[in-house]
């Protein structure tokens, strides 16, 4: 049965960091896009970041640019979300998701596996 499952949020100050993890199980993940979503309370689901299995480009939403880095370990069948400099706007559920190979950015109803969802907080 295919799963993802993310860990590594938690509560940081401004300016901490974090590194998410999206592991998967059932599935290889490198045949994969993966993405990374994030919902905060009162705001629509915002896809964030991807890394295409097609041709490994990387794509991120303009609010965590330069902030924020998706990596993939095959060996681990893991993907991450390096996420410096935090702010109180990046309080939210991250989720992870699998997309088809093709999918080169973001959009959540290309995707087909989902995680259950990591809570960041952000604050002093």
């Known amino acids: 049965q295919a799963q993802l499952v993310e860990s590594g949020g938690g509560l940081v100050q401004p300016g901490g960091s974090l590194r998410l993890s999206c592991a998967a199980s059932?599935?290889?993940?490198?045949?994969?896009?993966i993405g990374w979503f994030r919902q905060a309370p009162g705001k629509e689901q915002e896809g964030i970041s991807s890394?295409?299995?097609?041709?490994?480009?990387?794509y991120y939403t303009d609010s965590v640019k330069g902030r924020f880095t998706i990596s993939r370990d095959n060996s681990k069948n893991t993907v991450y979300l390096q996420m410096n400099s935090l702010r109180p706007e990046d309080t939210a559920v991250y989720y992870c998701?699998?997309?088809?190979?093709?999918?080169?950015?973001?959009?959540?109803?290309?995707?087909?596996?989902w995680g259950q969802g990591t809570q960041v907080i952000v604050s002093s």
């Open positions: 998701a699998a997309g088809p190979r093709g999918v080169v950015v973001p959009i959540a109803e290309w995707y087909n596996y």
């Open positions: 890394i295409s299995a097609r041709d490994g480009s990387i």
């Open positions: 059932g599935f290889a993940l490198d045949s994969y896009t």
